[in-house]
């Protein structure tokens, strides 16, 4: 799956839900096996042309996250590749045994969408925000987690995870004006991390939205003197140890971003594999505090926990003393 | 299998299962498998489509115990089915063994799916009849068996909803019907009312019967795929049944048999 930055910045404009419709529905042009499923949330997941298009491999199954998990085993078990999209609580809480029994310990071919995770459901609120959901999902035994930087990587997502007969976890973060990362095409692969940029002073590894911000982050380091390199973790389990390895015999700290909860995400599978590692740098966890967070515009929860590039590049800088 | 040979099956299958849970020296789930005897006697000696030389043969009839506990009667149905040797029967509870307390996935062994945690599959049941109908196979059918305690859950009424909206009448569910489960009596700890007309009202064909008669189950099982609905057997059986001191005695929910109650129970089965 080739993209063009023009393509990349269209679907930044329809945002990071209706991008995983779209894909879905390019998907389905070359994937006979395909089957999408939707817990009464079709048109929020950007499925409805889908749906249109391809009625025979839609499924609403209703209000109802756990049976759909369910239903998508006993589609996945006769032979389909299956897409289940709700918002992130619903899959990785609400259905979580679901999750667990039928894409864990049967290893089935499902693909559990979190649209609207991090703090992209706004004024929705707590109910609604994804922020522990990749601390669940990463212990389950089997289970890929997913979380791309940018709309073209969801495109690049989706269609790895059709080729890929296990479970996946994919966790949408952004919204509608979701930054591009990738102007040009790339090499997307899951669980190998892709080096954005190099520098010699300080590491930043950062999964989904923050990907963007890190960039900015890292720009503005520049012009205090400081190398920032930036690595995107898009997969954080299995986290990509080699590329975790450079990072550590780089010798310099490391600054994990991501849009989720210190506990339990990307800064912690870090730091669990580099506290196995003598001598490795210190592991600097930036994301959302392990409380519930206030609620607001999208945009004004990032600057309120620290999220954007500019803050980020402070927090950095206050961390080495300069 | 006719009447008298289904009737021999369950006989022994009691028997195999009673020594079966007695040489795994431990405490095993005798009385809500016990209640399914004839159920899993009749589907495996006459109904369900199956080929031990081919477990995944397209057109087979899928099976799935949804309420896994129960998996005494299943293990030893897929031993006279074929699917499970002597020796790797009992194997049962052994040390890293395929054969556990729960069913665990392995098309080798005939098991469709892992279970254990209720209410989950009915749900997969309604995905592989969705699957087979979009799939035009019109000669497999799915049968799920669960238990009464088991539609407790939420999740049993959300697989429910969706079968009758999907008219999946390549769907069969059986409910093990024994009014107790764990902790006691069913209809006090959380009184499932008239369970028939529930099933009912959500839109299934419901056939009410004794669990313990070969030949209605037979006859229901024989008739299937007469309307556009999908159709659930209210299987009434006696927890324990066959086991003059485990029926209706829920310490035998989950329990271990000493030599006295094995030999016992062996003695009053070889006698009936």
Known sequence: MKITGKENRQWSRLGSRATYGQAILMLAEINNDIMVLSADLGNSSGLDRFKSAYPDKFINIGIAEQNMIGVAAGLAKEGSVVFASSFAPFISMRAAEQVRMNMGYMDLNIKAVAIGSGLSMAFLGNSHFGLEDAAIMRSIPNMTVVCPADCAEIVKTVFAAAEYPHPMYIRLTGAVGFPVVYEDDYDFEIGKAVQILSGSDVSIIATGSMVYESIVAAKILKENNIEASVLNMHTIKPIDESALNLVINKGKPIFTIEEHSITGGLGSAVAEYTSSIPNSPTVNRIGLPDEFVVTGEYRYLLEKYGLVGDQIASTILKSLNK | ?272
């Not at chain 2, 037979?218 to 299987?235: F, M, Q």
């Not at chain 2, 003059?244 to 829920?250: A, K, Q, R, T």
Request: with cysteine; aromatic share 8%.
């Open chain 2, 1 to 272: 299998m006719n009447t008298n040979e289904l009737l021999l099956l369950a006989k022994k299958s009691r028997i195999k299962i009673l020594d079966l849970a007695f040489k795994s020296d431990g405490p095993s789930h005798l009385g809500g498998g016990l209640s399914m005897v004839e159920i899993f006697s009749v589907l495996y000696g006459k109904i369900l489509k199956y080929n031990i030389e081919s477990p995944e043969w397209k057109d087979r009839d899928r099976f799935i115990l949804s309420k896994g506990h129960g998996v005494l009667p299943f293990f030893v149905a897929l031993h006279y089915a074929g699917f499970i040797s002597e020796d790797e029967l009992y194997t049962y509870k052994k040390n890293e063994s395929d054969l556990i307390s729960h069913p665990v996935m392995n098309m080798r062994l005939g098991m469709e799916s892992s279970n254990g945690s209720l209410g989950h599959g009915l749900s997969m049941g309604v995905g592989i009849a969705l699957s087979l109908k979009k799939k035009s196979n019109l000669n497999s059918r799915v049968f799920v068996v669960l238990g009464d305690g088991e539609c407790n859950e939420g999740s049993v009424w959300e697989a429910v909803m969706s079968a009758a909206h999907f008219k999946l009448n390549n769907l069969v569910a059986i409910v093990d019907f024994n009014k107790l489960q764990s902790d006691g009596n069913s209809e006090t700890i959380m009184d499932l009312g008239n369970l028939e007309k529930k099933w009912e009202s959500f839109g299934w064909e419901v056939c009410s019967l004794n669990g313990h008669d070969i030949e209605a189950l037979v006859d229901v099982l024989s008739s299937l795929n007469l309307t556009d609905r999908p159709k659930v057997i209210i299987a009434h059986t006696v927890k324990g049944k066959g086991v003059s001191f485990m029926e209706n005695n829920n310490t035998w929910h989950h329990n271990r048999l000493t030599l006295t109650t094995f030999d016992q129970a062996i003695e009053e089965l070889n006698n009936s």
